[in-house]
């Protein structure tokens, strides 16, 4: 098996993990990506029908679960029922994640910025804070910022925010962890391939969508955008013993946009 051209070496053989946002395009490479190194996989999302159908394409390894990742309870419950089927938790995906509007801040709605600092905020703190309790040495928490976790654009307040936010939740839990060798690191994809970027990038610009994507290839060094996959290779390093002495790191997945 491979994973787009490369060749599977069970660097996940064994072990089970959680990827919330599941449904998406990025949740979904994760998951194959894993699935394809001999991990269980529970995809964690709010839309049924697509986390079923995802789940379906994975196999016997995958199982899915609809939770609200705002929702403390809904959280447990959906971290303690993947660990319980498959009898222990070795890599949680922090993924899930919204938009918001473009707006400068003195225009930004407060009910919109709200939600976009509850879904990827709070929605990675009780992802990681209820998944504590299940991870032993050797586990990994990988937590999806932005390339504007690193940076910034206007427009984009409540995004920019929310995924800074998320290296000051990942640093102060690589630090806790550490002494019991469960590793915590950010992933920080630049323009991906898929329907939540292009419809960010329509609105950013005003333009029409392949218009779009080509203004925003202008301002990646690589000149292109990445695919799901690529991302899901760097995640998949991440997760695995391949990235053992890695934590508490930012790992900038732009096409260079951070140079």
């Known amino acids: 098996m491979s994973i787009s051209g490369m060749e599977a070496t069970g660097l996940l053989r064994g072990k089970a993990a959680i990827i919330t946002g599941g449904e998406g395009s990025i949740g979904m490479a994760a998951a194959r990506a894993f699935v394809a ?25 995958a199982i899915w679960t609809v939770a609200d990742v705002t929702d403390s309870v809904q959280v447990k419950a959906a971290v303690a029922g993947a660990a319980e089927e498959f ?29 976009v600092m509850a879904v990827h905020v709070r929605g990675s ?3 990681c804070k209820h998944s504590l309790p299940y991870l032993r040495s050797g586990a990994s928490i990988v937590i999806t910022s932005s390339v504007v976790g690193l940076t910034s654009d206007r427009g984009i307040c409540a995004y920019a925010t929310a995924k800074h936010a998320l290296v000051g939740l990942m640093r102060t839990l690589a630090k806790e962890m550490a002494p019991h060798g469960i590793r915590v690191n950010t992933i920080h994809p630049g323009p991906v391939d898929n329907e939540f970027q292009h419809g960010i ?21 690589l000149a292109r955008h990445a695919a799901p996959d690529e ?29």
């Open 37 to 61: 190194e001999g991990a269980s996989v529970c995809l964690i999302g709010l839309v049924a029908d697509e986390l079923r159908a995802g789940a379906a394409a994975l196999g016997d390894a």
């Open 87 to 115: 009898g222990r938790l070795d890599v949680v995906v922090s993924n899930a994640g919204i938009s918001g509007v473009i707006a400068p801040v003195a225009d930004y709605p407060e009910d919109v910025f709200d939600q």
């Open 125 to 127: 703190f009780l992802v």
């Open 201 to 221: 990038e329509v609105a950013a610009t005003g333009a029409e969508r392949d218009r779009a994507a080509a203004i925003f290839d202008g301002l990646i060094p």
């Open 231 to 259: 991302v899901a290779r760097a995640m998949l390093f991440l997760a695995s013993d391949q990235g053992s002495f890695v934590t508490g790191s930012t790992l900038a997945v732009d096409g260079g946009m951070t140079i």
